[in-house]
């Protein structure tokens, strides 16, 4: 049975032709960037060439913008830290929108207990930011508001030029989570008015291990990694040259293909989307169409998540769930209860988030094997029986 | 098949292939426990002979081990004496399935639980009295509040 991975927003493959041109910096021998011989220059230059090639992808100002980190979660860290201790003469106040990766609410919950003020922003039901209480949260004393590009798990893209313009107004940082969003949508750092971002190798078909964050020209943060100095003494420690070279591979390949290769998965997506919704008692989750290319969420009354997960995998079918039983906090998703759920409702949630191995020629058997888990879990279950 | 999220096979097959899955219009005994709001809910029917559960059927809506223990503790119990029925514990089922990951043994391990309440309601149908179990602390689901403490 061909398998069918539809949870690329857990994780990428790495990319072949990412792999192939990073390989010789895990095998080679290759120096310390550090290090000022001929063999550290080399890593140097593998290390400014995938800066190069991720300022490219989000049309940063200039390549000394890049700061690469481990990976999203240090990058949110880095950001939401390093710009909040840095200015906290101007105040102690932080705002993230309540639909954020525990990557930014947890650096955020962090702060809060450092006396630090945090709000979070609700949401409307289909995902999309309150600007009317993002305003409010806007305060001279916020130093930095963190609103994702796009949501992982419900695929509705924010109005990120909006909130820039908003936040600004009390010279407020914009720091934006683009992990899910960067390699689908364009991302354009100057237009967008962006402050601080935050990208993720393994999100784009890279390696695992690598991160950036993008920091604006004159944006003021401090590292929360302090050590030897590298990447401009905001990110200390030596770098992992072959996952920051894959990085930088993937982020060239996902600029040139974003635009065919979106247009190809919003296609196959839109037909899931409108054979799954038939199923009775069947409802999309976030935006119907301010929502990533190759994103398709839902949930289904009366069945539960790590069921619907099981039985699909089992039909060689990978999806994921925001399913509480899920979990490692075994409560239902934060994400799913923001936009209004009621917990039984959140459980029931399936995401499908399409990648490069997809196809639209798997659409039939993918609606085949939904169709037919649900019937088996409600005939199953104890719900929507009167 | 991989054994997901540390499920045994047994488990497994329990969940793809549920044993008595339905409902009965004519039962003599029937228990629900567990709570949607949780993830599980567990409704047990039975028909009872002679003293025996001759019948049984359960619905449950929940994830993986709460469907595999429905099925196994339906298949432990039927044909068996009420009184040894009472007696099947929690810890029972799950190690007639080659044990459950410890973090599914409180909220979706309840199986046994609906068959007891089952086995109750049918005596309280014949007008016995009958005595309420004393619940392991810290298991129970049943509250409306936003969370669980401890599933």
């Known amino acids: 049975m061909e398998r069918i991975f539809l949870d690329h927003a857990s994780v990428t493959p790495v990319d072949a032709r990412a792999l192939r041109f990073a390989e010789p910096y895990l095998a080679g021998g290759y120096g310390n960037p550090s290090s000022l011989h001929s063999v550290g220059l080399e890593a140097r230059r593998a290390i400014e060439d995938a800066r190069t090639k991720v300022a490219a992808l989000i049309n940063a100002e200039k390549e000394k913008t890049i700061l690469f980190t481990s990976g999203a979660t240090e990058a949110n860290n880095l950001a939401i830290k390093g710009a909040a201790l840095r200015n906290v003469g101007k105040g102690k106040k932080v705002v993230s929108s309540a639909i954020e990766h525990m990557s930014v609410l947890n650096p955020m919950k962090d702060l809060q207990k450092n006396e630090f003020e945090f709000t979070t922003v609700p949401v409307d039901s289909s995902g999309i930011v309150d600007l009317e209480k993002l305003e409010d949260s806007a305060t001279r004393e916020t130093t930095v508001t963190s ?53 993720s190798s393994n999100d ?146 399936m995401v499908m988030t399409l990648g490069r191995s997809n196809t639209v020629e798997q659409v039939p058997r993918v609606v085949d094997a939904v169709n037919e888990m649900v019937v088996k879990l409600r005939k199953i279950s104890s719900l929507g029986k009167e | 098949m991989a054994q997901q999220i540390g499920y045994s096979k047994k488990v497994m097959e329990h969940f793809m292939n549920p044993k008595n899955v339905g409902t009965m219009d004519d039962a003599d ?105 004393e619940k392991p602390a810290g298991h129970t689901c049943e509250h409306n509040h936003n969370h669980c403490d401890t599933c």
């Open chain 2, 29 to 133: 005994g029937h228990g629900k426990v567990g709570n949607p709001i949780c993830g599980d809910l567990m409704e047990i029917f039975i028909k009872v002979k002679d003293d025996k559960i001759e019948d049984i059927r359960f619905q449950t809506f929940g994830c993986g081990s709460a469907i595999a223990t429905s099925s196994m503790v339906s298949e432990m119990a039927k044909g068996m004496r009420l009184d040894e029925a009472m007696k099947i514990t929690r810890n029972d089922v799950a190690d007639e399935l080659d044990g459950l990951p410890p973090v599914k043994m409180h909220c979706s391990n309840l199986a046994a639980d609906a068959l007891h309440e089952a086995i109750k309601d049918f005596k309280r149908k014949k007008g016995e009295i009958v005595e309420e179990e």
């Open chain 1, 147 to 199: 609103i994702m590009y796009a949501n992982n798990e419900i695929g509705t893209i924010e109005p990120i030029r909006e909130i820039s313009e908003i936040v600004h107004e009390k010279g407020v940082y914009l720091h934006v989570d683009a992990t899910a969003a960067a390699g689908r949508i364009p991302i354009d750092v100057q237009a967008d008015g962006i402050d601080l971002l935050t990208l």
């Open chain 1, 204 to 349: 784009m078909y890279g390696p695992q291990g690598a991160g950036a964050l993008y920091v604006k020209t004159g944006v003021r943060i401090q590292p929360v990694l302090p050590g030897g100095g590298q990447e401009r003494g905001l990110r200390s420690g030596t770098e992992n040259i072959f996952a920051i070279a894959g990085m930088g591979e993937a982020a060239r390949i996902a600029r040139e293909e974003m635009g065919t290769e979106s247009a190809r998965l919003s296609e196959m997506r839109n037909s899931l989307i409108e054979e799954i919704l038939k199923i009775e008692e069947t409802y999309l989750t976030g935006h119907p169409t301010k929502r990533l290319p190759h994103h398709a969420s839902f949930r289904f009354s009366h069945i539960e998540g790590e069921s619907i997960l099981l039985i699909m995998d089992a039909q060689g079918i990978q999806v994921s769930t925001g399913s509480a039983c899920s979990s490692k906090t075994l409560e239902p998703s934060h994400v799913l209860l923001a936009i209004g759920l009621k917990h039984e409702e959140a459980h029931g949630s």
